[in-house]
């Protein structure tokens, strides 16, 4: 069995994911490239007698140092020598896509290009002579369709039969004019100084990205005498065209793809129905643009409310019925320690988290839908003019978005802004940004303390007084985020905005497969958390609410409440919530809801698991509805919002905290995250509680 | 000829033809990438619901930029 490496290469939106999916099945495994926070997408897959790993490069438009993503694809082309790099090109958008292959090209690579899309490219009326520019660009070309699986096993042959091919120079290579020609011919001439760059780039393609003004190949320390080269061309050229010498190179890459083109592209009908603008009229149009896409959102979470809450009951009976069985493996009356550790730590903690796993994965499947179907862009489109006010750039909206559904991968998201101003403010912010983690936490309150009214009704179309409640928490957090932005990017993180230069990718139906992948990718990671970190803290929880242990002589006489309240009040845990009782009392907490705050600052979910073990829940009642009662007849509404709210604002969890430290490279900004968002957290509950006490709400 | 403005002066549905690209390097090299070179037609598209920015059409796919960076895209009106 041979081996062979292939990396996947491609422009976003040009449908990479979905041929990696469809080449590597569910077979994937989801890590990063080293050293760096890009996401690195591995499969494999056999065909005849060859085992084919697949690396899924960052979608990219350029190779040059634009952004991390563009630095990863090159380097991982440079220093991992795949066999093959198959670039993914939507050939129903050929020119912007082949800019990309260009370079490919120029990196002397074993190129496949797949031509994806050709459904769209036929009904588009374009007709490709597949030989001739096969041969122009020196690569095989493979029409196919990924999304209806057709050409995949083409792909595979072609693969197979370039890496087996023997490795040969390319014979047409761009030529970019006599003027700019002359001076590569004298940079490259410098170049014989530096043989160890030389033999790792190839001295043409060093001379190019220096005179493209390459920020990490200008770094890699040159020689003085390079340099100069370097300079002296650069203003030469300037003179000649007046222009910048890397717009014209930009503009010979193209005028390269023109003319291959030209000769072997046919577009046999003029269709100007171009579906997707059309549904753009509306969908961005100036006046239905916003409400559409606040209804857009509002659907979202009375989706991910209204048809999660069924799978959720299911999962709540199950644990309950759980509880009662594991329970029952005891005398009954027991006070063995394992028993309560299995019962009401493990069983009560992790299944209170576990049971908001449809909510989660609801979540996640509306964030993919918008995702793949090209909303996204449209979203940022729509919101750049607010997003600029505040200091940012519309592409910070996406990662917000994620952030509805973890901080985590919205912290990571951010890659995709290239100023670091902005993608700090943006880092700081998210957190504001309600996670799907902190939906549990508003799922047991919500109901504790409000009863879902309808409050307004449009034929089947209703409003509740639910989802509207959970809309309002949202907001908050939205408002807040947008005033701490602001003050950040004119304090802190003052300077200049980065531009706003996007792709609005024509809309696709999202396929099943590719969105289901997305959602199971998630969704194992909250699993994932629910398994390790807060399996460990739920322990770690019921042995400080547990211990130390009353002495039984106490408690005699006393009912059994009452010895619940004793026995939790005497433990490390109770400890804790009365010593921080003081501070929190002036926002309406007491030690019960402190203690559970220690649970939310380890995983904002924890903080209902908590609520649970504090009120000794788990055993044979273990579910919401039990803890809701409790809630309710403790505390007032006014509170319970408080309780929300603090939730919103305060500390991110630990998953968020270790990200933005990864992110931003320094605990100094995690820290500040950290305090920052609980001071907030503390001053706008406070006032609220206070004015909603002084309303008498 | 026809005199030159500011992509961003150009109104949606009107058509032009970039003449040059002014203003910071690392934008315009990013501009550049995007296909938007000397000679290239342009359509503008649309404007966004609350003005800023703007959605061009570009060697057959949308694109969009805010008016400041339009603004670096010197173009030539087609005739109509």
């Known amino acids: ?697 | 000829m026809a005199d030159l403005i500011g992509l961003n002066k150009v109104k949606p549905g009107q058509t032009a033809t970039v003449v040059s690209i002014k203003g910071r390097s690392s934008i315009n090299k990013r501009i550049a990438d995007m296909g938007v070179i000397p000679g290239t037609a342009i359509k503008v598209n649309r404007v966004a619901p609350l003005g800023d920015p703007i959605e061009i059409i570009i060697r057959g796919y949308h694109l969009s930029l805010r008016k400041k960076e339009a603004a670096n895209i010197i173009v030539e009106l087609d005739v109509k």
Request: hydrophobic residues 45%; contains cysteine.
């Open chain 1, 1 to 697: 069995m041979k081996k062979i490496t292939v990396a996947i290469a491609g422009n976003p939106n040009s449908g990479k994911t979905t041929v990696f999916n469809a080449l590597t099945g569910m077979r994937h495994h989801v890590g990063n490239y080293p050293g760096v926070t890009v996401e690195k997408k591995e499969g494999a897959c056999k065909h005849e007698d060859y085992e084919i790993t697949f690396v899924d490069l960052p979608g990219t438009y350029s190779l040059t140092a634009y952004s991390i993503e563009e630095i990863v694809a090159r380097n991982f082309i440079v220093d991992e020598h795949p066999d093959v790099v198959v670039d993914i090109v939507d050939s129903s958008n050929l020119e912007r896509n082949l800019y990309l292959a260009v370079q490919l090209m120029e990196m002397n690579v074993p190129l496949v290009l797949a031509f994806n899309m050709s459904d769209l490219a036929k009904s588009k009326g374009m007709s490709f002579d597949i030989e001739q520019l096969s041969q122009l660009l020196e690569a095989a070309i493979v029409p196919m369709t990924a999304n209806k699986k057709e050409g995949i096993n083409e792909l595979l042959q072609a693969v197979v039969k370039t890496a087996e091919a023997p490795k040969k120079q390319r014979t047409h290579t761009i030529q970019y004019g006599k003027e700019i020609e002359e001076e590569l011919e004298k940079i490259q001439n410098t170049l014989d100084s530096e043989h160890d760059l030389v033999t790792k780039y190839g001295s043409r393609w060093l001379a190019l990205k220096l005179l493209e003004h390459d920020k990490e190949i200008w770094e890699k320390g040159h020689n003085k005498e390079v340099l100069h080269a370097v300079k002296n061309s650069t203003e030469h050229l300037k003179i000649v065209f007046d222009d910048d010498p890397q717009i014209m190179i930009a503009d010979r890459r193209y005028g390269f793809i023109s003319g291959a083109c030209q000769e072997s592209v046919k577009h046999t009908v003029e269709t100007r129905h171009d579906w997707s603008d059309k549904i753009d009229t509306v969908m961005i149009n100036r006046v239905l643009g916003i409400p559409i896409f606040v209804i857009l959102m509002y659907l979202l979470f009375q989706l991910t409310f209204f048809l999660g809450q069924w799978p959720m009951e299911w999962m709540e009976r199950f644990f309950g019925w759980l509880s009662v069985n594991v329970a029952a493996l005891w005398p009954a009356g027991s006070e063995s320690a394992l028993k309560s550790l299995i019962v009401d730590g493990i069983i009560g903690g992790v299944g209170g988290v576990i049971v908001f796993l449809p909510n989660i994965l609801l979540l996640f499947l509306a964030i993919a839908f918008l995702e793949d179907s090209g909303y996204m862009a449209r979203a940022a489109f729509i919101m750049d003019r607010i997003m600029h006010k505040i200091g940012l750039h519309g592409k910070s909206f996406m990662p917000m978005l994620i952030g509805l559904g973890c901080s985590v991968p919205a912290i990571m998201a951010t890659r995709i802004l290239e100023n670091r101003r902005n993608r700090l403010t943006t880092i700081m912010i998210i957190p504001l940004v309600s996670c799907g983690a902190r939906l549990p936490i508003y799922m047991l309150i919500i109901p504790a303390f409000f009863a879902n009214t309808v409050l307004l009704k449009f034929g089947f179309l209703k409003i509740t007084m639910h989802a509207f409640m959970l809309w309002i928490i949202y907001m908050i957090g939205i408002l807040l985020a947008i005033i701490c932005a602001r003050i950040l990017r004119s304090t802190v993180f003052q300077g200049e905005t980065t531009p706003f230069v996007m792709e609005l990718p024509p809309y696709r139906m999202p396929t099943l497969k590719g969105v289901v992948i997305h959602m199971w990718d998630r969704g194992w990671m909250y699993l994932k958390k629910a398994g390790t970190i807060i399996l460990a803290i739920s322990i770690i929880l019921w042995a400080a609410a547990s211990y130390p242990k009353v002495d039984p002589k106490n408690l005699e006489g006393l009912s059994e409440s009452q010895i619940q309240t004793e026995k939790l009040r005497n433990s490390i845990i109770g400890g804790i919530g009365h010593a921080i009782e003081p501070i929190i009392k002036p926002i309406g907490f007491d030690y019960k809801i402190g203690t559970a705050l220690i649970g939310a600052l380890a995983a904002k979910e924890v903080f209902v698991a908590q609520l649970g073990i504090v009120y000794s829940l788990g055993e044979s009642e273990g579910t919401s509805k039990a803890l809701r009662k409790k809630l309710k007849a403790d505390y007032s509404p006014l509170q319970g919002f408080c309780i929300m709210l603090f939730c919103l604002i305060s500390a991110p969890c630990m998953a968020t905290i270790a990200m933005t430290k990864r992110e931003t490279g320094s605990w100094g900004w995690a820290i500040f995250q950290l305090l920052g968002l609980t001071t907030l957290a503390y001053v706008v509950t406070f006032f609220a509680y206070r004015i909603g006490l002084l309303m008498s709400v």
